[in-house]
């Protein structure tokens, strides 16, 4: 199976490269950073430095893909209140193209990942519940929002994910 992880350079995204890898999957990151020396060396995937604007790179890497991991999202909940519209555009907007992509290149499922922290804002219980009412407190937060809730709609096959873990230490206790 061919799998396209964009965001893929990054801490959670190396790691489930490396996953995939195992499960002998053909892997293709797509990040506009480069993956950090030795972080994947052992691990025969493809790797685009391209930044999720650059639609024809992203056209090209979606070339015969069977599934797409989706962690590209910039920045954090506090500094996207910096610039709301930058937030919007580099996080939201190109989700959407994305999804569009992954439609028209015939892509048969999509797994978007989502921080529940930043959609669900101040919680009402815990541990907070898939049902629990949205309420982002930031840019970063609405986006990912309109992102869980636009991606049915754009492309039907889709699983939203949202990392249970609220700490590095809880989710890798021997670093």
């Not at 060396?41 to 493809?46: E, I, L, M």
């Not at 590209?72 to 907007?93: C, D, H, M, V």
């Not at 990942?113 to 669900?120: E, L, P, Q, V």
């Not at 407190?137 to 991606?151: E, H, K, P, Q, V």
Request: aromatic share 10%.
């Amino acid at each position: 199976m061919r799998a396209l992880v964009t965001g893929g350079a990054g801490f959670i995204g190396t790691h489930l490269v490396r996953t995939l890898v195992g499960y002998h999957f053909d892997v293709t990151i797509f990040d506009r950073k480069p993956v950090q020396a030795g972080a994947l060396a052992d691990c025969p995937v493809r790797v685009i430095t391209e930044d999720l604007a650059n639609r024809r790179a992203l056209q090209e890497a979606l070339d015969s893909v069977d599934i797409v991991y989706h962690l590209a999202w910039s920045g954090i909940p506090s500094s996207s209140q910096l610039s709301i519209r930058a937030s919007t555009e580099n996080n939201l907007f190109f989700t959407l193209d994305l999804l569009d992509e992954c439609r028209n290149a015939g892509v048969k499922r999509v797994v978007f990942m989502s921080s529940g922290g930043a959609i669900y804002g101040h919680a009402h219980q815990l541990p907070i519940p898939e049902h629990h009412p949205t309420s982002p407190i930031s840019a970063y937060g609405a986006a990912s929002t309109l992102g869980t809730w636009r991606a049915p709609v754009c492309w039907p096959p889709i699983w939203t994910l949202r990392p249970e873990y609220t700490t590095l230490a809880e989710a890798y206790p021997l670093l």
